[in-house]
């Protein structure tokens, strides 16, 4: 019985994240745009679009992306095709992966005498369904998020590592997964070492010699990748609140408006580092406010749920009945102290930026308050076992739970998100692209990063584009942006699609628009938020 309701969950997890994965969200956004042209571009050219032969960190729309899911990403678009499927096809496997993983990892977590044989069975199983149907691991799944590969890799090394203490092999495994973790994501750099650091010291007495030597060559192969994707590090260093002008700009003044009035609170208070420490405080706490985690969640407009946060109202209340119960019994068996280390670390990516909190940074939090929620439900049963009412309403009121996020998502989210996404610019594309128009096609939106969809959704050859494409200065933000390459030229100004920038250009051949601007030719075609203008 155990066994077909495990098989379920995995069914309803693979059945959740991959069916309509080409249209749900209904178009990529641009650093999904950019890893799946990125991935097209090694396959033909061994090149990123850059011109970059096989490059460790990936500049893209501006940023430096991490490589592993690029690469990765060229099995699939190698099998399928350059299309939305192929870029979010790891995504969505890993979080099918997650999935299985919490279920084994908790059984491993909780195989112990001080907790029953058939607690952390139940345990595995509820952590499972938890993370099955859960918005924010299902939400994630379907978007090409690097985060979302790197926390499976996470995972799947956390209980190979557990396993490691009996076994070498798989020791050593768990080491090489947190490798390709820290390859993935650039959180990841961050949270995976403090992490490991002391995950470590709390098993130091089951360390070896032999576990130490492969510690210490996973510690060198760190230290190397640190190193590599400097540019990564460095670029993501202007994210966080260390660096950010507004955030300096705000302390020098607020302190020395403070310095005039009380010299002793502006040399204390208002002393640089508890300033600092005060705004990663705040930045962590609200990680775990309601606010984002049931309510709105994170700020960017890309990883909001419409209506909701990122859990279920039970999943908090049976969380903090976990944390609970696992307080009480930490001191029995200290392989739970992993589980109090991953809940106090997990926020620290997230609340040393400026965003905070922020869905993404802080993803390694997801698995983390679902098994403190199973753990809840598990402890919860002897209570309410006899209580078969209670037991229906909890059952009835997740149901309802489960049926609004899936409403939200799949009815409001794709009309929200519409505004912030290029919904029809892909059947746009293809539209123009099956008239072998003669002359240029305009697109607007320079600084959006525009030039990544006709690369991806026409499959634009990379060794043209590489040697073809006009390449914006860096703005204050050391964003870069292509404006013209083979047909295509992408502006911000109407007027430059009326006068081209070369008068040698000729009339334009076609003109793709949103909706809400305004144009003299005539309308050949409409998708979504864009029109095509065939003047």
């Given at each position: ?209 032999q576990r130490l030597v492969f510690l210490a060559v996973f510690l060198s192969a760190t230290a190397l990748i640190v190193g590599s994707l400097w540019s990564v590090s460095a670029q993501k260093s202007s994210i966080t609140i260390f660096s950010d002008p507004a955030t300096i700009d705000y302390y020098s003044r607020t302190r020395t408006e403070v310095f005039d009035q009380n010299q002793f609170l502006a040399r204390t208070w208002w002393n640089k580092y508890v300033f600092f420490a005060r705004r ?256």
């Open positions: 019985m155990k066994s077909k309701l495990f098989y379920l969950i995995v069914f309803l997890a693979f059945f959740s994240r991959f069916v309509g994965l080409s249209g749900l969200p209904p178009a990529l956004n641009r650093d999904e745009a950019g890893i799946g042209y990125n991935a097209y571009s090694l396959i033909q050219t061994g090149r990123d679009e850059h011109g970059q032969r096989l490059p460790l960190a990936f500049q893209s729309i501006g940023d430096y992306k991490m490589p592993l899911y690029i690469y990765a990403a060229t099995i699939p678009v190698s099998l399928f095709g350059l299309n939305d499927f192929s870029i979010r096809f790891w995504s969505a496997l890993a979080g099918v992966v997650s999935v299985i993983t919490v279920y084994y990892l908790v059984r491993e977590l909780f195989h112990s005498r001080s907790v029953p044989q058939a607690q952390h069975h139940s345990g595995g199983v509820l952590a499972a369904l938890l993370f099955a149907l859960n918005p924010w691991a299902i939400f994630y799944s379907r978007i090409a998020f690097e985060a979302n590969l790197a926390l499976a890799f996470f995972l799947v090394g956390l209980f190979f590592t557990l396993r490691g203490f009996k076994n070498i092999g798989y020791f050593a495994s768990g080491l090489g997964l947190f490798l390709l973790a820290l390859l993935t994501y650039s959180s990841s750099l961050i949270f995976i070492p403090v992490f490991l650091a002391v995950y470590f010291f709390v098993n130091r007495r089951q360390l070896d010699r990663v405080g705040d930045n962590y706490l609200a990680t775990f406010s309601p606010k984002f985690l049931l309510t709105q969640g994170g700020n960017h407009p890309w990883h909001q749920i419409p209506g909701m946060g990122y859990f279920y109202p039970l999943e908090i209340v049976f969380a903090v009945i976990g944390l609970y119960w696992l307080l009480r019994r930490v001191t029995r068996n200290p392989q739970l102290v992993t589980l109090l280390v991953w809940l106090l670390l997990a926020p620290l990516p997230s609340a040393i930026t400026i965003d905070a909190p922020h869905a993404t940074r802080s993803f390694h939090l997801l698995p983390l308050i679902l098994i403190l929620s199973a753990l809840g439900v598990a402890a919860s049963y002897p209570y309410l076992k006899k209580r078969r009412l209670i037991i229906f309403l909890i059952g009835l009121l997740y149901v309802v739970n489960f049926s609004y996020f899936a409403y939200q998502y799949i009815t409001v989210y794709p009309k929200k998100i519409a505004g912030f996404l290029p919904v029809g610019i892909k059947e746009s594309l293809k539209f123009v692209n099956q008239k072998n128009l003669d002359g240029n096609i305009y697109l607007t939106g320079i600084h959006d990063s525009t030039y990544l969809y006709p690369l991806v959704y026409t499959g634009f050859d990379p060794q043209a584009f590489q040697s073809q494409a006009s390449w914006t200065k860096p703005d204050s933000a050391g964003l870069t942006n292509a404006y013209a390459f083979g047909q295509f030229v992408i502006v911000d100004d109407l007027k430059d699609v009326a006068n081209p920038f070369d008068s040698a250009q000729g009339k334009p051949a076609a003109v793709i628009l949103p909706q809400d601007l305004n144009y003299q030719g005539e309308t050949a075609a409409s998708f979504g938020n864009y029109r095509v203008f065939l003047p």
